[in-house]
Structure formats: structure tokens, C-alpha cells
């Protein structure tokens, strides 16, 4: 009897002692993973950048000049790591290689009238830009949740100024309150704070990782407030309401446009849904088309006015807010 409670007192022992071991390392694991997390934000922009926080006319992201067009792998950089992936470019290389590698096998079975090399290289391009066009759709609605979140953001910022606490103590608040993915960059701005950068750098290096217009607006209102004075939660609140109005006047733009929208999505995609019905319905119909000088002429300019006709269009129902 006293052997077999003596072995139960080891068993338990030994779990309770690896239990405890199993809590302490995942513990320890967790501090070092925040640890690296925070470190991070620091090591990934060591470098000095020279941001101007207030808007600029001849400065803006959708039109940069020629020197940051041809610069291809920073820009690709700058796209994946806006849209929250942890794709490198070596990995998007190789993923845009494997789409091609199929198109163009694929292409082997796709009935067009043209030579196949350049079928598999037209398909594979196509392919090819997948991924890139995956990254890019990421991209932008990662930016469209964080415009949508920064309103209730910065009322969260003001609400937690105006009961007393310090701007650090209320972007650390912030990040731990708000959802994904804002949290998370004013999180890396707490961190960078905490870590000891100073206030210009960490607000530039938030505007270049979350490059939206009203991201640079309360950065230049904390800014200016720093150097003037003034009640800062105020100004947060007076930026969210004109954030919040400028979504309204977004959404009445797009149901405005939403007919424009339409009628250029119906001309783009019937003449095409039209000559795939045709192919395989009656394919002897299109056939000299395809074999004729002149129908291949005919068919080319009919790509090249569907092309122009889209672009006029939706420069025609685009409208910036």
C-alpha cells in the first residue's frame, strides 16, 4: 500500500514539475517573441528618413517621379510590405515563375490561331502576373481597413487623453484595443516610442508604412501640436469627424458612379463573352476571321478600342474625395 501511494506522489510530482517546466518555457518563448517584435519595428528602419509629415502637393504616392517608377524592387518591397504578407521578393519571384511554368503548359490546349510560342509566352505572362495582382488586391484592402478604422482610432486616442493619460501610455491602449491591422502599426509605433526613437522618426517611418492621407494628417496635427500647444484631443476628435464625412461623401460618389461602373463592365465583357460563345458554338464562323490578314487586322483594332474605351471610361467615373 505505502508503494503504491509513494509511486502516485512521484507521478504527480512529475507531472506538476513538467507542467511547470512547459509553462515557464512557453512564457519565455512568448517574452522573447514580443521582444523580437518590438526590436524589429527599431532594426527594419535603422536607417534615417527624411519624411515631410505635412501634405505636399508635388509629393504624393500615386504620382512619384521617374526615379521611384524604374526603382522595381523597392517598389515591390514597399507593396508586400503594405499588404500585411509575409511574402519576400524572392518568394513572389518564384510563385510569378510556377504561374508562368503553367500557363504556359496550359497554353498547349487553349485553340487560338497563332504560333505556340508565342501563345505559351502570351498565357504565361498572364499567369505569370497572378500573384502580383494577389499581393496588390491584399495591398488595398489592408489600406481600406486601416482608412476605415483610423476614426474610431483616434477617438479612442482622444477619449484616453482626455481621462488623464499620457500620449504614450494612450497609443499603447491603442494598439492593445484595436483590431487588426491598425493595432498592429500603432502598436510598432508604441514599441519604437518605448524603445526610445524620437517623435519625428516614428512618425515617419508610421506614414511610410501606412501611406493614407489621414494617417499623415494626424501625425502633422500631433506634430504641430507638440510645437504650438493646444488641446490635442479636440483636434483628434475635429480629424475623425472629417474623416467620417469624407467616407460619407465617398459612398455617395460611388452610388453616384455605380452606373458608370456597370455600363463599363457590360462593354468589356460582352464582345468577349460574345466571341467565346461563338468559338464554341460555331467555331467554322470565326475561323477565316482568324486565318485573314485583314479579319486579324479587324480583331487587333477591336482589342485596341475596348482597351481605350475602358480607360475613358473609368476616367470618366473617377472621381478623388
Known sequence: MNTIVAFCFIVILALLLASIGIGLRFYEKQRRKRLVSMLRTVTENGEEHHVNLLIDETDKKDDEGLTGSLNIAEHIKN????????????????????????????????????????????????????????VTKKRNGRLAALETQLPDALDFLARSMRAGHAFTISLEMVGEEIHEPLGQEFRALFNEQNLGASLDRSFANFTRKVPIPDVRFFCSAVTLQRQTGGNLSEILNRLS???????????????????????????????????????????????????????????AGGAVAQVIGNLVIRKIIKIKV
Not at 519571384?93 to 490546349?109: D, K, M, N, Q
Request: net charge positive.
Open 79 to 134: 507593396v508586400l510590405n503594405e499588404s500585411g504578407l509575409d511574402w519576400t521578393i524572392s518568394r513572389l519571384a518564384v510563385t510569378s515563375s510556377a504561374t508562368f511554368a503553367i500557363g504556359a503548359i496550359l497554353s498547349l490546349w487553349v485553340p487560338l490561331p497563332s504560333a505556340p510560342a508565342l501563345r505559351a509566352l502570351g498565357i504565361g505572362l498572364c499567369t505569370g502576373a497572378v500573384p502580383y495582382f494577389y
Open 241 to 299: 469627424h472629417i474623416i467620417r464625412e469624407r467616407f460619407r461623401l465617398k459612398g455617395q460618389v460611388k452610388a453616384v458612379s455605380a452606373h458608370g461602373k456597370l455600363t463599363s463592365i457590360i462593354l468589356t465583357l460582352l464582345p468577349l463573352a460574345t466571341l467565346g460563345g461563338l468559338m464554341i458554338t460555331s467555331p467554322e464562323y470565326l475561323t477565316p476571321m482568324f486565318n485573314d490578314p485583314l479579319g486579324q487586322k479587324i480583331l
